[in-house]
């Protein structure tokens, strides 16, 4: 999943290794902070529909065009504008299906799951991520937040977004869409354990640091993957807030079970056991 997005693009066989090379000569001369892929279209290599498709295909997640579908004012709200612009995230809908809430947000990094995790302990709602590209993202942000717009975003050439981008590449991590910007400090020291009692991974122990979170589930983009079918691919998140260590379900199919009380969203506390599929967990509290 950390696979960089010129080699994604040579392995489907829309670029050749010469053309990312030129495209990656171009990214390091632009003035500014431009995502590869925004060079790619701007040099003419691939349209913007086409590199989308591709990196909806590689990471088996939805994709949108902001052109066609206009966010929803009570999407939008949900996330502050200069949150939305650090992170280059657009929120686009919020779905509700009886009483389970899901905020659609259109993203140009869909590796910053970090990002996403904050999110979802933020709204308190399960947040799907729909890949959208970098240039679209950025003019929406201006459009709906700064702009106050309604309606779709008109389209406009992909090229000129390059003179719009701001700052530097230097010491970032190379990503899916271009440079990530640097990594949030490191967490502190720690403030639980969690032994798995019970399930396939029954005898480890995994330890949650001061400002940390840690989602668990059977897919691989989980912190803490555990190979029990009757958890979904991210079941459910421990995170510490600060005031508290709190467990927060991610919309999973079976629900999770706090001392064996289904919960959507709990504080935790020494001694208590979590339980998602044929997995519990007990929790111990170091402060």
């Known amino acids: 999943?950390?696979?960089?997005?010129?080699?994604?693009?040579?392995?489907?066989?829309?670029?050749?290794?010469?053309?990312?090379?030129?495209?990656?000569?171009?990214?390091?001369?632009?003035?500014?902070?431009?995502?590869?892929?925004?060079?790619?279209?701007?040099?003419?290599?691939?349209?913007?529909q086409a590199l989308l498709k591709a990196l909806a295909d590689t990471l088996r997640l939805p994709a949108i065009d902001l052109t066609r579908e206009t966010p929803q004012r009570a999407a939008l709200v949900t996330v502050a504008e200069a949150d939305a612009k650090r992170l280059l995230m657009l929120p686009v809908r919020v779905e509700v299906s009886g009483s389970r809430r899901?905020?659609?947000v259109a993203v140009?990094?869909?590796?910053?799951?970090?990002?996403?995790?904050?999110?979802?302990?933020?709204?308190?709602?399960?947040v799907q991520q729909a890949i959208c590209p970098a240039s679209q993202v950025r003019r929406a942000l201006a459009y709906y937040y700064e702009q106050g717009q309604t309606g779709p975003l008109p389209i406009?050439?992909?090229?000129?977004?390059?003179?719009e981008a701001s700052g530097s590449h230097s010491?970032?991590?190379?990503?899916?869409?271009?440079?990530?910007?640097?990594?949030?400090?490191?967490?502190?020291?720690?403030?639980?354990?969690?032994?798995?009692?019970?399930?396939?991974?029954?005898?480890?122990t995994v330890t949650l640091a001061a400002g940390q979170s840690l989602v668990f589930g059977r897919g691989e983009q989980a912190d803490v993957v555990i190979a029990d079918m009757h958890m979904s691919r991210r079941h459910f998140v421990v995170v510490d807030s600060g005031a508290a260590?709190?467990?927060?379900?991610?919309?999973?199919?079976?629900?999770?079970?706090?001392?064996?009380?289904?919960?959507?969203?709990?504080?935790?506390?020494?001694?208590?056991?979590?339980?998602?599929?044929?997995t519990l967990i007990q929790v111990t509290l170091r402060r």
């Open 245 to 278: 260590v709190e467990v927060v379900d991610l919309g999973s199919r079976n629900g999770v079970r706090l001392n064996e009380r289904p919960v959507k969203r709990g504080v935790l506390k020494s001694g208590d056991h979590l339980g998602a599929g044929d």
């Open 102 to 104: 899901r905020l659609v």
């Open 171 to 204: 010491g970032r991590e190379e990503t899916w869409v271009g440079a990530r910007a640097p990594a949030a400090p490191v967490a502190g020291p720690s403030v639980a354990e969690l032994q798995l009692l019970r399930g396939p991974k029954r005898g480890t």
């Open 1 to 48: 999943m950390r696979q960089k997005l010129g080699e994604v693009l040579v392995a489907a066989g829309l670029l050749t290794p010469a053309q990312v090379k030129q495209a990656l000569d171009r990214q390091r001369r632009q003035p500014g902070a431009p995502k590869l892929g925004e060079v790619i279209v701007a040099l003419g290599l691939l349209s913007e």
């Open 156 to 163: 406009d050439q992909a090229g000129a977004i390059l003179q």
């Open 108 to 126: 140009a990094d869909p590796t910053n799951l970090q990002a996403i995790d904050d999110l979802q302990f933020q709204s308190g709602m399960v």
